[in-house]
Each structure stands twice: as structure tokens, then as C-alpha cells.
């Protein structure tokens, strides 16, 4: 049984081609009544939309390359969503590639966008020496996006916050408390650059009270619920242990709460943690977690909404957006005493 096409269901319902084609893409467009008609229609054919016979016929790509570095984070869930709502709202898909950290995967990732031929990217920050890299994208006419970053690149689009300010304002935050021996559990700064911006953020807070850094009592993890809680433990058995930690991501701090319980230390009587984040699970944590709180899903929805205005302009005009974050107060820090 051959495929019917888009022209025969438009006969069938009694609508035009171009009600039918909005009915696919764009159906909050199309009046409840003329859309319920098309879609039964469609499914009583069975009728499925070729969408790369589509793209190919307009010599037009409906498709966004998104970038992100871990699936094990629920933080970037918030911000891919948002990019699919506003994607599938205007009649474009997404392609999701996980980077795992690691340069060589991205590199292979962003090559593969760009042999199919995507509308654009979106790429949830990059690994350490990809700018020239993404210069040649820029040049080749492909409209890219970096999120989750401020850049200093000026010939690069962003849509992020300020990583080393949000650290830093944490870390301020931990010393205002009275706590001058403040342990820092973060991610893989030696190959992501906001990574790193949140470590010189820590270490600036330090700097501005004179607390002398201490290496001993920064660890390098992925931001994964077992790392943090491996990377406390090691913290807590110090000859002279922390009486806070920082940990840069809330998957590490909430494993980092579970090593202190399991290690018989009350939050936040005797050790303080504060995360990075506010991803839904801080906030239901016992006791609830202090946190970062980070505007995934409004980079996401930003990040979306101007890729697909430069792809539909032809143009990628420079982005460069910086959001706010804020302190999440709830009850795992407290003044030391």
C-alpha cells in the first residue's frame, strides 16, 4: 500500500495544503475544529509527514543540533526541554548528542551536525580549545549558540550566566556564616571552562577575606551522586576537615549530604554544604538543600527563540545575554559556632 501524500488528506478534509502543513507544524494555529478534522483524517490513513523529503524539497533543514554534556544531570534536562518546546512550536526538531566531557566526542558531534546539514546549534557550553573550532562554524554560515556560558569570545553567541560571579557570591555567602576552612567539591575544571570560572570564583572569594587557599581542600569529580559523596568522605577523614563545603553542582552536594549522614555528621550543625543549581531534588532533601539557583529553563527558551529567528532571518546576529542567579537559602548551612 503506497504512502498517501500530504495533498490527498488536504482533499479528504476538505482543506488546503497549506491548513494541512499547519496542522503538522504549527497547529495552535489552526482552528480546534478544522485541526481535529485533518488529524483523524491522517490517522484514519495512517498517513506519517516526511519531513526530510520536506526539508530537501525547500533545500531547507528543520532540524537543531543540541549539545549537552552529561543525560545524568536532571540541570540540563530543564534547559533541553524548553529548547524542544520552543522548537517543536515553530516547526523544528532537535538532534540531542551528549559530550560526556570529553573534546573528542564533541568535536565528532558538532562534525555530524554539520555533514547533516542542521539548521543551527545549540551547544550547552564546550570543552577547553574548541573556540577556533566553532570559529570555523560561525564563518560557515551555520547559526550557533552557546548556553550555559558567559563568554569572552565577542565573536561568539551566548546565553548564559556569570559562573564565576555566581561561585563567588556562594562562597561569600559560606564566609558570612563565620566559615573560614570551606571545602570545594566541583567538576571538571580542567576541560570546561564555566567549570573553571567557578573555581576561580571560589578562590577570589577567598583571596577578597585573606583566607589562604588550600589545595588540599579542592576535589575534581563529575557531577554525579556518587562522586559527591566519594569526594566528601575524603574531605571529612582531613586531619583538619572543612566546616563547610561548596559543591559546585547539586548532584554532588546531595552526595555529598548523604556521605555526612552515613559518616554519623548532622547537617548543618556540624558541617555546612551548599549546592549549585537548584535542581528539583535540593529542595527535597533532608534537610533542604542551599543552593545556586541557576535559570535553566529560561536560557533554554531564549536560546531557542533567537536560533530560530537567525535561521529564518538567513543571519546570525551576536548574542550576547547574561541572566541573573540567586542564592537559594534553606537549611543546610548555618553560622559556624
Known sequence: MSQMTMQEIARLSGVSLATVSRTIKNPQLVRPKTRERVLSMMAEHNYVYHATAADLSRRKSSVIGVTIPTTRNPVFASSSLAIQEIAQKKGFSIILGNTHHDAAIERQLLQSFQERHVAGMILTGFTLHQEAYLNNLARAGIPCLVIWE???????????????????SMTEYLISLKHRRIGLIIGPFSKIGRVKKRLDGYRSALQDHNIAFDPDLVIEKEPLL??????????????????????????????????????????????????????????????????????SHEIGRLAAKYLIEAIEQGSMPLRHHCLDTDIVVRNTCSELR
Open 150 to 168: 558567559k563568554l569572552d569570545e565577542p565573536w561568539l553567541s551566548y546565553i548564559g550566566f556569570d559562573n564565576f560571579k555566581a561561585a563567588r
Open 226 to 295: 556518587y562522586d559527591g559523596k566519594e569526594a566528601m568522605t575524603r574531605l571529612m577523614f582531613l586531619p583538619k576537615r572543612p566546616t563547610a563545603v561548596f559543591a559546585a553542582s547539586d548532584m554532588l552536594a546531595i552526595g555529598a549530604l548523604s556521605a555526612a549522614w552515613d559518616l554519623g555528621f548532622n547537617v548543618p550543625q556540624d558541617v555546612s554544604i551548599a549546592g549549585f543549581d537548584d535542581i528539583d531534588f535540593a529542595a527535597y532533601c533532608s534537610p533542604p538543600m542551599t543552593t545556586v539557583r541557576v535559570p
